[in-house]
């Protein structure tokens, strides 16, 4: 096909910006897991941590491990979606999320990292595609073919809509081969929502409940016109949040590991009986509107206080489904590195789901 190297050219120009890094990071004989705790560790600010912190959770779980400071690291809206990998990989955070398609991918390109936590399934209302709201023309997805899609490539703002399309009949546009929808990569999402916004692109795609998209959704700057199928792939399997953590770390520090998830938890837990209190604390730590925090507290798509698959065995099963139906259907990524079921297997670190050393579902972390 002539047109392909054109394409590629112009299509996903910095589709590894954000990941291509972990190949580098030396990998580390892992220590015993009776090596010292680090004297304080690193962690996201989002809404579950900044509601555990203000509750005194994080610190009081964290000290039975033996880590005597926890700090939590605000990000930008300007930061590239995959920064928060490059953190875990250079040992600047101690656990990152992300769903598990960019979790797989990241992993896939080298990053030496395991789960530590994955999530029940997906849903239609976590990654749904988007047009401006003055745009009278785009009301299906049919009506996208021959139009301007731009989203982050590796993540879910791609994932979800590549589903979404391809059972349309009208797949995005690849590295490799031209679709019948236009696509280039956007890193930023704040940038995907002005290019939406402008006119600049014709849709996107992106978590109601993240930060960038909350605020202008609920002005009415844009609307949904489909979303992921219940009965997907990505609603099922690559939708799912991971926790995933350095493996080296994870090896050495598993009672680390597991003050994190009990904290995660009990926050959990106070945050369904408090919810306007809740959303106050997340205002106040995160900056943003009370209205715009109780949002991404309640709303369907949130996935801070989404439930947790148990059982290791299912969460392999979802991370090599989602594999195989995405390179069946042309993943450019995924075609040229996939994983093997043993490297999958690995990926789930065993000791945290049931069953395991360290599991938290043997016992119920509630402040009731």
Not at 22 to 33: G, L, T, V
Not at 268 to 283: F, G
Not at 347 to 354: E, H, Q, R, V, Y
Request: with cysteine.
């Amino acid at each position: 096909m002539k047109h392909n190297k054109r394409w590629a050219a112009r299509v996903v120009p910095t589709l590894f910006a954000g990941v291509i890094f972990a190949s580098c990071i030396p990998i580390a004989d892992a220590a015993s897991a009776d090596t010292a705790p680090p004297e304080s560790i690193n962690l996201q600010l989002q809404t579950w941590t900044a509601i555990a912190d203000a509750r005194g959770i994080l610190q009081e779980e964290f000290n039975k491990a033996g880590v005597k400071k926890v700090n939590l690291i605000a990000q930008s809206s300007g930061e590239l979606l995959g920064a928060e990998s490059a953190a875990v990989g250079g040992g600047t955070l101690a656990f990152a999320q992300r769903m598990v398609y960019p979790a797989f991918v990241q992993k896939a390109n080298g990053i030496p990292a395991v789960i530590v936590w994955l999530s029940e399934a997906s849903n239609r209302y976590r990654t749904p595609i988007f047009v401006s709201a003055t745009n009278k023309n785009i009301n299906t997805v049919a009506d996208l073919e021959g139009k301007k899609f731009g989203s982050s490539r590796v993540s879910c703002y791609w994932s979800a809509p590549f589903e979404i399309l391809n059972n349309a009949g009208i797949p995005l546009d690849s590295r490799i081969k031209q679709g019948r929808v236009r696509y280039e990569n956007i890193e930023s999402p704040a940038v995907a929502i002005q290019a939406l916004l402008s006119g600049a692109k014709d849709a996107t795609a992106g978590h109601l409940a993240a930060n960038q998209f909350t605020a202008p959704y609920l002005q009415g700057k844009f609307r949904k016109i489909a979303g992921p199928a219940d009965v997907g792939v990505y609603a099922n399997y690559g939708g799912r949040v991971s926790y995933f953590a350095h493996r080296d770390f994870a090896a050495k520090y598993p009672n680390v590991v597991k003050a994190f998830l009990v904290s995660r938890e009990r926050a959990r837990d106070w945050t369904y009986d408090h919810v306007d209190e809740a959303a106050q604390i997340v205002s106040r730590a995160l900056r943003i509107p009370e209205d715009v925090a109780k949002f991404q507290i309640t709303h369907l798509g949130q996935w801070d206080f989404m439930a947790g698959e148990p059982d290791a065995d299912r969460a392999r099963y979802a991370i090599k489904e989602f594999q195989k139906w995405y390179v069946a259907h042309g993943d450019d990524i995924l075609v040229d590195r996939q994983l093997s079921d043993a490297q999958i297997d690995e990926f789930i670190d065993g000791k945290f789901f049931a069953g395991g050393s360290h599991s938290i579902y043997s016992d119920r972390y509630s402040t009731y």
